[in-house]
């Protein structure tokens, strides 16, 4: 059951995102972790920008938002693995790849506040760039909101 409240929450977030002119996708979503955790996997989401705004992008290989069964009020995003992300349109895109051995947002329900936990981030630059360096975070805790 609270998995099931769970996509549904997640189906309601992506068809509001839609609705605000968003493009949003993914192959597929699946429920599980139960009973030690309660989570939804979407496998290769992808996210852009309206029209009217910047030309932003991004997509992953995984995207797993779940909640804890004795902590309901904390809401959790996890995405470790492969990443990109497209500035610009069409053609003019610049795609930069990057990995995370671990990737998590987490908030708790009904706050403004998120926490960001990023370790072994690995950020290349598009194919072709003036500038090749590969940058590496190795750790980064940040509180948003």
């Known amino acids: 059951m609270l998995t099931s409240r769970l996509e549904a929450g997640v189906h309601q977030w992506i068809a509001e995102r839609r609705a605000q002119g968003y ?12 009973p030690l955790s309660a989570h939804v996997v979407l496998t290769n989401p992808a996210m852009a920008m309206p029209a009217n705004a910047p030309p932003l992008a991004w997509s992953a290989a995984r995207l797993v938002v779940g909640v804890d069964p004795f902590q309901l009020r904390r809401l959790y995003i996890d995405s470790p693995g492969a990443h990109a992300f497209g500035v610009g349109r069409g053609l003019d895109q610049a795609r930069y790849h990057a990995e995370a051995r671990h990737l998590r947002v987490a908030q708790e329900i009904g706050e403004a506040a998120s926490v960001i936990t990023v370790r072994d981030l690995v950020l290349r630059p598009p194919a072709g760039a003036a500038q090749s360096e590969t940058t590496t975070i190795a750790r980064l805790d940040a509180s948003i909101g």
Do not use: H, K, L, T
């Not at 996708?25 to 139960?34: L, M």
């Open 23 to 34: 493009e949003v996708g993914y192959v597929d979503i699946a429920r599980g972790g139960f």
